[in-house]
Structures are given as structure tokens and as C-alpha cells.
């Protein structure tokens, strides 16, 4: 008979059956990745072991790592091993989070808890089919939360502790630029939290080791300290939604970034980039040429300074995307069928020249192989999470807060805030961030909102949670914990006079 303790995690570990097994069809019906229109540039980084000129190529070092073993089958697998190990994480601060609130409380509801809010993370088939695709998300996403674990892992953190989630912070900024802003909400959590000067200086000096690291060696083939060459064009992008240049009156060399109308079933800032509409076609080097990437970074400067409250407007539009019950064909009819897993084989000239040096034998072809692609079609059909849920998982974590102001029949908005901001804020913060650059530094894209989701269910999980009690295990008592006692605490102290 299995022992108590075992028991309690028996919830999570049956959703962690059905995710593998789902994840195990997946690879068995789709051996080979799905590709997308960034692929073939990850891979070449990879192969040639050179950074891209567009995006950070933190992700094509991972598929760098994977190369020898010459398999696109493996490098998939690991994928979905790293979707399934943020599962894990989430459950296991979740479980950390009950177990200290309540020590000798009923461990059977907390692993039931913990196990629920892993569902949005483990299975829906969104989530799978982007650790199935050759693209940086789901790395991003583990690399991210594995930062926000290391400094939720004690109430104060430590310095080594620390040292790791600037590693992974900054492992996670040169995999995607969005990671780069979300040092300060790591910084700011850590200091609600009292973690002290020497943690905060270590989270700061390991951020910097992989990013000023990766900023050198594209120093050492282009010539430039950056993480990109093409790093001002996707802002461009974002502008071209609502620039007016009748109302930014431009001077004469940036008029040709004015951006056209363009066909009304593709985003504009898609159209701004990638289409016959593009400025870019009319500029040597195109988007990734120095004098366009200047001129789209003053164009879109002087366009938000004219513009600001259009600016606001279409971030905010964009964001609320999010939290769509429905999918919409969006930035274009075509991409968002891509982030699906396709009832037939697609394949490409650029995606065979690259794909034939990393993988020899099987080449990275997309295969569909029976029954088992049939069955992944038809779970695609069924098991899909709304925008709606990560919505509420959201203002869940705002309205857990303030249940707990209201604890006990006294209403106790400092310690309420205090509760939440050394807890949910991180996650909370992560989440909301990892929705809102997206919509303000590019577009709106589907495969941006599915990384914010691990990071939602943990701020509900911390929001809703009673705070930590004195005696619980894997604890540090704060500060201000001290500060502001409990009831039990008061009654001892009035005892004692």
C-alpha cells in the first residue's frame, strides 16, 4: 500500500501520465518537427554555430548541444521532456506553497490544488504543439520559470540561490528579448522580499555572464555589441498600426517608412515587414540592413511621441487579444494554422538545405504516420485552453488578495499587500509582461500568450494561499514578518507583560 505522503501527489501524477502519453503520440505521429517561418534561421545558427542577425540564438545553442546525435526525433523529444519539467516546476512550488501555509494541514487538497493548476500548463494541445515546433518558446518559458522558482524557492532568498536566477534570467534574455526587461520585475520582487544586497548583486552579476557574454561573440562576427542587427524594425512593425504621417510630418529620408494599406486579412505590422507593402524592399539590405534599421528606429520614435495615445491604444487591443475565448487568423489566415499540428506534410527548398546538414538521414521532413497523427488530430479537436482561463487565472490572483485582506472577519490591507507582493507580485508580474511586450515592442501573436500561462497558475496558487506559517519546512522568516505579527503572536506577547 502506497504511504501517505505518496498519495497526497497521486492527483498530479495521473495528469502527469496523461501529459507524457500525449506528448509520446505526438512524437510517434509527428517524428519530425513542425516548422515556421523562423526555423530555417535557428537551425543555420545552430549548424554553423554563428548567431543570427535577427533574433538572439540562445535556442540554437540548445540545438547546437543536440546536433551530434544527428536526430530531429531527439531534439523534439527533448523538447517536450523541458514542457513537461515546467509542469513539474509549477506543481512543485505550488506544493511548497500549501505544505508551508499549512504544515500539518490536509496534504491530499493541496496536491489536488497543485495538480489542477498544472491542467493549463501539461495538456493543452497548444501548449504541445509548440514544444513540437523548431522554434524558442517553450526553452524561453522553462528557462524564465526556472528563475522565478529559484527565487520563490525560500521566503528570503539566498545568494546562490540568486546566482541562479540571474543564470537562468539571463539564459532566457538571449534566447528572446522579452526576457531582457523581466530582470527588473526579478529585482523588484526580491527586494519586497528582503533578500538582501549580496543576492540582488548576484542575480545582477549572473544575468550579466550570459548576456554580455552572447553580446561578445556577436561582437566578434558582425562587429557590434548587440544581440541582434534587425533589433528597431519589429518596433517599426508595432507603429505601423496606427503611424499617421500626416500627424508625425516626418522629415524627407524618412518618408519612404510611411507605412500603405494594405490587404485588411493581415496585420499591419505583418505587412509592414514581410509584403510587397514593405518600405524595407526599397532600402539596401532590407530589414536586416543598418540604414533601414536606423530609419525604422527613428520612424517609430517619433511616430509614438506624435502619436502616444494610439500607441496605448493598440497595446492595449493587443494584449486583450489574449484573453479571446476563440483563436481568430491572426496576424494572417495562415500563421496561426501553423501553431496546430497539420493533417498532411509540408515542405520547403530553404527548410531541406538546412535541415539535410543537421539531420543526414532523416532530413526534417514533416511526417505524418498513422494512427497515431489521426489520434493527435483528434485530441487537437477536443482539449484546447480559451484565452478566457488565463484571463481569470489573472484577476484571480488580484481577487485572492484581497480575500485575504478580508481574512477572519478584520480587514488587513497591509499585511494583504505585503502577503501579495512577496508572493503572487513575480509571477503575476512575469506573466502580465510576457503578454504586454509582445503587443508593445511587436505584434500580437498566439504562440506569445502560451508562455505566460505557467507563470498565471502559480501567481492564483500564491494569491489564494494563506502566507507561509512560522514552523513550516523550506522556510525564512522575513523582516517584516517579524514586524507584523500574527494573532497568536499578540495574544503571547500580552501573556508575558
Known amino acids: ?82 514542457g513537461v519539467l515546467v509542469g513539474v516546476l509549477v506543481y512543485v512550488l505550488v506544493w511548497r506553497a500549501g505544505r508551508a501555509a499549512w504544515p500539518d494541514g490536509n496534504g491530499r487538497g493541496v496536491g489536488i490544488f497543485g495538480a489542477l493548476l498544472t491542467v493549463p500548463v501539461l495538456l493543452p494541445v497548444h501548449q504541445v504543439a509548440l514544444e513540437h515546433m523548431l522554434m524558442s518558446d517553450s526553452f524561453f518559458a522553462f528557462l524564465l520559470l526556472a528563475a522565478v522558482a529559484a527565487v520563490l524557492w525560500q521566503r528570503r532568498t539566498t545568494w546562490w540561490l540568486g546566482a541562479l536566477a540571474g543564470l537562468f534570467a539571463g539564459s532566457a534574455a538571449i534566447t528572446r528579448t522579452a526576457g531582457l526587461p523581466l530582470i527588473a520585475v526579478i529585482l523588484v520582487a526580491m527586494a519586497l522580499r528582503r533578500a538582501g544586497w549580496r543576492a540582488c548583486g548576484a542575480v545582477v552579476a549572473a544575468f550579466a555572464v550570459p548576456v554580455v557574454g552572447y553580446t561578445v561573440w ?20 508595432r507603429t505601423a498600426t496606427f503611424a499617421d504621417c500626416d500627424v508625425i510630418k516626418p522629415r524627407p529620408e524618412l ?100 535541415a539535410v546538414k543537421y539531420d543526414p538521414g532523416g532530413g526534417g521532413r514533416t511526417r505524418v504516420v498513422e494512427p497515431w497523427a489521426e489520434w493527435m488530430l483528434k485530441y487537437q479537436d477536443n ?29 488587513r490591507p497591509r499585511r494583504a499587500a505585503w502577503h501579495w507582493g512577496t508572493g503572487a507580485l513575480l509571477p503575476w508580474g512575469t506573466s502580465l509582461a510576457l503578454l504586454v511586450i509582445p503587443a508593445a515592442t511587436a505584434d500580437f501573436d498566439y504562440r506569445y500568450v502560451l508562455p505566460a500561462v505557467p507563470f498565471a497558475c502559480i501567481a492564483f496558487a500564491l494569491a489564494v494561499l494563506p502566507p507561509p506559517q512560522p514552523d513550516a519546512p523550506n522556510t525564512r522568516s522575513t523582516v517584516l514578518d517579524a514586524a507584523l505579527p500574527s494573532s497568536s503572536g499578540q495574544k503571547r506577547a500580552t501573556k508575558s507583560r
Open 1 to 82: 500500500m502506497l504511504a501517505r505522503p505518496a498519495l497526497f501527489h497521486l492527483p498530479f501524477a495521473c495528469v502527469l501520465v496523461v501529459a507524457i502519453a500525449v506528448r509520446v503520440v505526438a512524437v510517434l505521429g509527428y517524428p519530425s518537427p513542425m516548422w515556421f517561418g523562423d526555423s530555417p534561421g535557428y537551425l543555420t545558427a545552430a549548424v554553423e554555430l554563428t548567431p543570427s542577425k535577427t533574433r538572439p540564438s540562445g535556442y540554437s545553442l540548445l540545438l547546437w548541444a543536440i546536433k551530434p546525435f544527428h536526430s530531429f526525433t531527439l531534439m523534439v523529444a527533448v523538447q517536450h521532456a523541458i
Open 218 to 237: 556577436f561582437h566578434s562576427v558582425y562587429g557590434e555589441y548587440k544581440m541582434a542587427k534587425a533589433e528597431q524594425v519589429w518596433l517599426y512593425g
Open 255 to 354: 518618408r519612404i517608412m510611411c507605412p500603405e494599406r494594405s490587404n485588411p486579412r493581415i496585420s499591419r505590422p505583418f505587412a509592414a515587414l514581410w509584403t510587397a507593402d514593405s518600405p524595407f524592399r526599397d532600402i539596401p539590405g532590407w530589414i536586416y540592413g543598418e540604414r533601414g534599421n536606423r530609419l525604422a528606429g527613428e520612424f517609430s520614435r517619433e511616430a509614438i511621441k506624435a502619436q502616444p495615445a494610439d500607441y496605448a491604444k493598440v497595446v492595449v487591443h493587443d494584449t486583450l487579444r489574449a484573453f479571446e475565448w476563440e483563436r481568430r487568423p491572426y496576424p494572417t489566415p495562415w500563421t496561426w494554422r501553423q501553431y496546430e499540428f497539420p493533417e498532411g506534410e509540408a515542405w520547403a527548398d530553404e527548410q531541406a538545405e538546412i
Open 383 to 411: 482539449v484546447v485552453l480559451p484565452g478566457t482561463v488565463l484571463g481569470v487565472l489573472l484577476l484571480g490572483s488580484l481577487g485572492g488578495g484581497l480575500l485575504y485582506a478580508r481574512a477572519g472577519g478584520r480587514w
